[in-house]
């Protein structure tokens, strides 16, 4: 089975979203985790109302540091967000690194509809870049 970890900087929104996503769609075949350099100690109540909308279960998900997985060999490590980039170690057992960031929904202002479609909307750009991902040969 092939590791992916996600980082972020909270470990609360983006990075949960993409491990619950990469676990769904990797099909047994990627184990996802995620963790942040600066860990929020929940996960967002509105990252949870988006992902159900996916039939994905967030309820239960905790937000964890990066130094959990330090010593852990991942065949990819995605950063989700700038900060996480440059405040997360390297990791030397990781066969390759990627950087994908997107928006921080949590920064989204407006009422809770205008943010609920922000996150919504985030959801979807990070299910489209692993969709894409899962898509290349030799994946």
């Known amino acids: 089975m092939k590791k992916v970890l996600v980082l972020c900087t909270g470990n609360s929104c983006r990075s949960q979203m993409a491990e619950a996503l990469w676990n769904k769609l990797g099909e047994g075949e990627w184990q996802a985790v995620s963790a942040g350099s600066k860990p929020a100690g929940y996960v967002h109540p509105m990252a949870i109302e988006v992902m159900k909308d996916l039939g994905v279960d967030l309820s239960s998900a905790t937000s964890k540091h990066v130094e959990q997985f330090d010593k852990e060999a991942f065949d990819v490590v995605v950063t989700v967000c700038d900060n996480a980039k440059e405040a997360c170690p390297f990791f030397p057992n990781a066969k390759r ?42 994946q």
């Open 97 to 138: 690194t990627l950087h994908w960031p997107f928006e921080d929904p949590a920064d989204f202002e407006g009422d809770e509809t205008e943010r609920r479609a922000g996150f919504a909307r985030v959801r979807d750009e990070i299910l489209a870049s692993i969709i894409k991902y899962l898509s290349l040969p030799g």
